[in-house]
């Protein structure tokens, strides 16, 4: 069960071992055989118990609050009152003067126009936050916490338990700077999408290590910035166009980015005082390189099939497919990526 559960006993009242000293109530020990039944009732009841999410579970629910699908999410989206957020869109980098010139002359091609509908709805999550009163919002943030943690109950809105998933607080909302529920879309993603589940679990728990640990929910929230700068950028466009994706390139890139960090921090035993200056090499190789991102992903999920003794399903076509066969303590302050400011001449690269 683990620490990953250390939150939800706490609304519990519990303070330690479920099974150990505070099961008191359930009377006298007595013989070691009437203990042992007792331990083994108490573990039936715990486990029958309903999720308990303190300020946002529905009086009128019947059951546990079951885990919602990428797609299910993505079709929330879609579906949404998000005009206030596409307001505030940018869709492109703004150039001007020689560097509009040398975009026009040398740079990367356009995203067709029959694309740009699905581009903005990725914007226009971007610019939306996290609501206490969506459903599927919270929802998005149950699913994310019981399959990294492997927990089966869920989790309250706000509490420390947060900080085991690395966010900075006890509200995830607040850690959402510039990328709002498009960045907690990807960690969705990344967790739900079964090839990528297995990747997210082993970065996850290298963000625990005793040395190399770093704030994981954090770590993605900057991965996505950079996702969605490339984007702006238009250095997504030619694998969008040649995929007719959108949101289904965006999540691959996430993970081949995400991938890519994990190899350098646990083969380079890196820490968290590198954080910035690997968080810009990465940006400057999804910029770059997004198709030799994509292709390391690839190798990297078909070695991990094979391992398995698991054939690749065909990915599909919609939005939210996978990836393409083509294709506690102190608080740390990551900084924007458009801020760092790195000098990376003489320096060891990502790639």
């Known amino acids: 069960w683990g620490p990953s559960?250390?939150?939800?006993?706490?609304?519990?009242?519990?303070?330690?071992?479920?099974?150990?000293?505070?099961?008191?109530?359930?009377?006298?020990?007595?013989?070691?055989?009437?203990?042992?039944?007792?331990?083994?009732?108490?573990?039936?009841?715990?486990?029958?118990?309903?999720?308990?999410?303190?300020?946002?579970?529905?009086?009128?629910?019947?059951?546990?609050?079951?885990?919602?699908?990428?797609?299910?999410?993505?079709?929330?989206?879609?579906?949404?009152?998000?005009?206030?957020?596409?307001?505030?869109?940018?869709?492109?980098?703004?150039r001007q003067g020689l560097a509009a010139l040398l975009r026009f002359l040398f740079g990367p091609p356009r995203l067709q126009q029959q694309l740009q509908g699905e581009r903005d709805l990725a914007l226009a999550m971007a610019h939306c936050g996290l609501d206490d009163g969506e459903a599927v919002h919270m929802r998005i943030l149950q699913t994310i916490y019981k399959k990294l943690t492997c927990s089966r109950l869920g989790c309250p809105r706000y509490g420390a338990h947060w900080e085991e998933l690395g966010f900075q607080g006890a509200d995830p909302g607040t850690d959402l700077r510039g990328t709002g529920m498009l960045g907690l879309m990807q960690m969705l993603h990344f967790v739900m999408d079964a090839q990528t589940l297995p990747l997210a679990r082993q970065i996850f728990r290298l963000s625990h290590h005793e040395t190399q640990n770093f704030p994981f929910c954090i770590m993605s929230v900057n991965i996505t910035r950079i996702?969605?700068?490339?984007?702006?950028?238009?250095?997504?466009?030619?694998?969008?166009?040649r995929r007719q994706q959108v949101i289904a390139v965006l999540n691959d890139v996430y993970a081949a980015a995400f991938l890519q960090l994990y190899r350098v921090w646990k083969s380079q035993h890196k820490t968290v005082a590198d954080s910035g200056f690997l968080l810009k090499e990465l940006e400057l190789s999804t910029k770059k390189k997004p198709k030799q991102l994509l292709k390391s992903l690839e190798a990297y999920v078909s070695r991990s099939s094979v391992a398995d003794g698991i054939q690749r399903p065909s990915p599909p076509s919609g939005t939210g497919g996978s990836i393409s066969a083509g294709r506690a303590g102190e608080e740390i302050n990551f900084t924007g990526i458009c801020d760092l400011q790195v000098e990376l001449e003489g320096e060891p690269r990502l790639v």
């Open 227 to 241: 996702v969605l700068q490339a984007l702006r950028e238009e250095c997504l466009s030619r694998e969008c166009n």
């Open 5 to 94: 559960l250390g939150g939800s006993l706490g609304t519990l009242g519990f303070t330690g071992d479920p099974w150990g000293a505070h099961w008191g109530s359930l009377g006298s020990p007595g013989p070691p055989a009437d203990r042992s039944e007792e331990v083994r009732r108490a573990r039936e009841e715990w486990e029958a118990l309903e999720e308990i999410q303190p300020g946002t579970a529905d009086p009128k629910s019947s059951g546990p609050v079951p885990l919602i699908s990428f797609n299910e999410a993505l079709q929330h989206f879609q579906t949404a009152d998000l005009s206030a957020c596409r307001k505030k869109i940018q869709a492109t980098a703004r």
